[in-house]
């Protein structure tokens, strides 16, 4: 059985840059969207073209470069907006227009000092008016995360009718729990006349860690698109991580539930957004961290030596990364060492392996972490004649 297809947007360049301190040059920007279209996004969020100049310029030169993705302007539900970003998207191959406004109770008394019936009437106008310049218009529902459903439902109603092709469903405040947000999903999937001519789409915050865990709930309840970025970089705590959920798809196929990301490409997409953005990546991070697929303790160690599926879910291979790294520390065992020792050239028996390890106890406990370069000095300690090595 074939699976459904999950389209990845990826708005590292538009909600991503807006992390304080990582703003990219065009170049910079330039570069990462080549790499994104490459990876196989579906849609690249080129950034909010009336926001700046610059991002005016970024959009434009993207729409230019791209050649698979759906490229796509952000705009408020503000007629200049939508103008500019038409005219930045002009010579994209396919290009789509983001216009939205706030929808929850809380946005539309204090943000917008206005009704829900004027609401509804801004967000067809502004859909109305995206879909004279380009076919694909996808609406944004701001808040929707603390919306009543009900209103929520009545607002995607009138933007599908409008001719809105993608309904954008953001807890932007990071604020559902999964079952919550997944329910959502459900009912404008089942209440919403005309959804049929719409894809739903998520785009969670991480405010409180459940990014990744809602959009998922949103897939498995009926949305067939997920805003996310590499990294999971995005304002406050970030967004949904494009490489946690392009995987966890991937590593559960009872879902039905795949994209067309190349997956080998995730490791160095990550590290190459990282250094671009001067943004770390945490070393736990799921999928691309330094120590997703490293192991110190010594039990951990002789399973994955035995086998690897012991302790790793994921070959490391399947998203670039070479192997799995086996550190030595001091919780480390005897088959750690013995694997370490054989890399280096020394392939040890049982006897000596006894002898180097005691050794390399003392050694470990006072160095953080053993090294290969470190591993002869081991071996010197224990008596071991270093020449029947070589």
């Not at 086998?307 to 790793?312: G, I, L, P, Q, S």
Request: proline share 3%; charged share 25%.
């Amino acid at each position: 059985m074939s699976k459904d297809k999950v389209q990845i947007f990826d708005t590292t360049l538009r909600d991503g840059e807006q992390v304080p301190g990582c703003k990219l040059d065009a170049e910079q920007k330039l570069v990462i969207a080549e790499r994104l279209d490459e990876l196989g996004v579906d849609i690249i969020e080129a950034g909010f073209p009336i926001s700046s100049p610059g991002d005016f310029k970024s959009v434009a030169e993207i729409s230019d470069l791209v050649k698979n993705a759906s490229v796509c302007g952000l705009t408020r539900a503000v007629k200049k907006d939508i103008e500019v970003a038409a005219e930045a998207l002009k010579t994209a191959k396919k290009p789509r227009i983001h216009t939205g406004i706030g929808t929850s109770d809380s946005h539309i008394k204090y943000k917008f000092n206005s009704t829900r019936e004027e609401i509804i009437e801004r967000a067809i106008s502004a859909v109305s008016y995206a879909k004279t310049f380009v076919e694909d218009v996808e609406f944004y529902a701001e808040d929707a995360g603390r919306t009543d459903n009900e209103f929520l439902a009545r607002v995607c109603e009138a933007v599908v009718k409008a001719g809105a092709t993608v309904l954008n469903i953001p807890d932007t405040t990071g604020y559902c729990l999964p079952e919550e947000y997944g329910a959502k999903i459900k009912y404008l999937k089942e209440n919403v006349k005309g959804i049929h001519k719409a894809t739903l789409s998520c785009h969670c915050h991480n405010d409180l860690g459940l990014a990744t865990a809602n959009s998922i709930a949103g897939v498995i309840n009926g949305a067939r698109q997920i805003e996310c970025t590499i990294n999971g970089i995005g304002e406050r705590a970030g967004n949904t991580s494009l490489e946690e959920v392009v995987m966890i798809m991937r590593q559960h196929p009872s879902l039905n539930l795949d994209t067309n990301i190349n997956s080998k490409l995730l490791y160095d997409t990550s590290r190459m957004v990282s250094e671009k953005m001067g943004m770390i990546v945490q070393p736990n991070k799921a999928i691309v961290g330094a120590n997703a697929f490293a192991h110190s303790s010594g039990i951990h160690q002789d399973g994955v030596i035995k086998n690897r599926e012991t302790y790793e879910i994921i070959d490391p291979a399947d998203v670039g990364v070479n192997e799995s790294s086996i550190v030595l520390t001091a919780r480390s065992g005897r088959a750690a060492l013995a694997y370490r020792a054989k890399i280096v050239g020394y392939e040890l028996t049982k006897v000596q392996l006894d002898h180097a390890y005691q050794e390399f106890l003392k050694f470990a406990d006072l160095h953080k972490e053993i090294t290969d370069e470190d591993i002869p000095k081991i071996m010197e300690a224990a008596n071991l004649d270093l020449a029947s090595f070589s």
